[in-house]
């Protein structure tokens, strides 16, 4: 019973397409967020919404655009990719904001050929 | 303001002890710590709070000191299945939650 699951797996395309990213967590955690590990492993916090309002939004371009839906779901949408967004994408929530376990799926292999 | 890791890497033989240390220039309201094994998911390892709090997980303790801005991961008696990468992530006061992790240190326990 997987508790973050992100579709798809893994995610070749070309550049300028537009792709999304889904997540689901079925923790009944209020928190979700959505990281980029480069190819260094540097793992990078893009965005978090808390109870489907969004509460960080770190610099990055605005071609991605996170959405929640509802308190479970959180969905990432990039248009015209780019070579440098080839990454791999993380999802992950925690039951609140400050100082709790985070859970991370298994994540999304994005290649832009 | 992202922490520092050290050391980058580390080879151990089963059964060997190591320390992994985080250190960052900005006050600290927690620190986490996660491991990451090759194509999988970072895995939650452990939280500290307070100042000089420290906390176990088997054979795995971290401490943490709120005035050096530091944590520190102790690796007892390692065993095969420790082998990852270690990262910290450090979450300061007043960031609404946000964690900043730290570039990782390779940990490869050898039979």
């Known amino acids: 019973d997987t508790a973050v699951s992100q579709t798809p797996k893994y995610l070749v395309t070309q550049m300028g397409n537009d792709k999304s990213i889904k997540c689901e967590q079925n923790?009944?955690?209020?928190?979700m967020y959505w990281y980029k590990q480069d190819s260094k492993k540097f793992l990078k916090i893009m965005f978090s919404?808390?109870?489907?309002?969004?509460?960080i939004n770190e610099t990055v371009p605005n071609r991605f655009s996170p959405k929640s839906p509802d308190k479970a779901h959180l969905n990432l949408h990039i248009n015209s990719l780019e070579l440098g967004d080839s990454a791999v994408y993380f999802c992950?929530?925690?039951?609140?904001?400050?100082?709790?376990?985070?859970?991370f799926g298994d994540g999304t292999r994005l290649s832009i050929l | 303001q992202q922490p520092v890791q050290s050391p980058q890497a580390v080879i151990l033989r089963e059964g060997e002890d190591a320390v992994i240390n985080c250190s960052s220039s900005?006050?600290?309201?927690?620190v986490h710590w996660y491991r990451q094994k090759h194509g999988e998911a970072p895995v939650f390892l452990m939280i500290?709070?307070?100042?000089?709090e420290q906390k176990g997980h088997e054979k795995i303790s971290a401490s943490f000191n709120e005035k050096k801005q530091q944590s520190s991961l102790y690796l007892t008696a390692s065993q095969l299945s420790y082998s990852g990468t270690y990262f910290c992530?450090?979450?300061?006061?007043?960031?609404?939650?946000?964690?900043?992790f730290g570039q990782g240190t390779t940990l490869q326990v050898k039979p």
């Open positions: 992950a929530s925690s039951q609140q904001v400050f100082a709790q376990p985070q859970h």
């Open positions: 923790l009944g955690h209020d928190t």
């Open positions: 919404y808390n109870n489907k309002e969004l509460i």
């Open positions: 900005k006050a600290l309201y927690s």
């Open positions: 500290l709070l307070k100042g000089g």
């Open positions: 992530g450090t979450e300061r006061p007043g960031n609404t939650g946000k964690l900043i």
